[in-house]
């Protein structure tokens, strides 16, 4: 529901502003708890998501999400293979988060 929210046509992000932080957090603890690595890939699809629409507003959360990107990183192992997907996603929401910080950007590198 929230992937299809965050990718109406219609989408606010101003409106959309206040939850930001709460549905990150809430995103990163079923990321955590979660075992299926497919749920974790769409997950974190939908983290990459709400970056990219929220743009240059997501500064506030960056710090939140940069300390959860090593570590999901990390979790996917050794077995590259079967957690690419997962390591894609990782690149993708850094992307967008550096695209999004623009000139505050290198306080993510």
């Known amino acids: 529901a929230i992937y299809a929210l965050v990718f109406d046509f219609g989408f606010d992000s101003d409106q959309f502003q206040p939850f930001v932080q709460p549905c990150l957090e809430r995103l990163f603890s079923a990321i955590n708890s979660s ?42 192992g050794e077995d590259v293979g079967q957690h690419a997907m997962l390591r894609m996603q990782v690149i993708k929401a850094m992307t967008h988060l550096v695209a999004a910080l623009g000139d505050e950007s290198p306080s993510s590198y």
């Open 35 to 76: 075992e299926e690595f497919e749920s974790q890939v769409q997950m974190f699809n939908l983290i990459s998501a709400i970056i990219e629409q929220s743009g240059e507003k997501i500064a506030p959360a960056a710090a939140s999400i940069l300390g959860v990107i090593p570590l999901m990183w990390g979790q996917t």
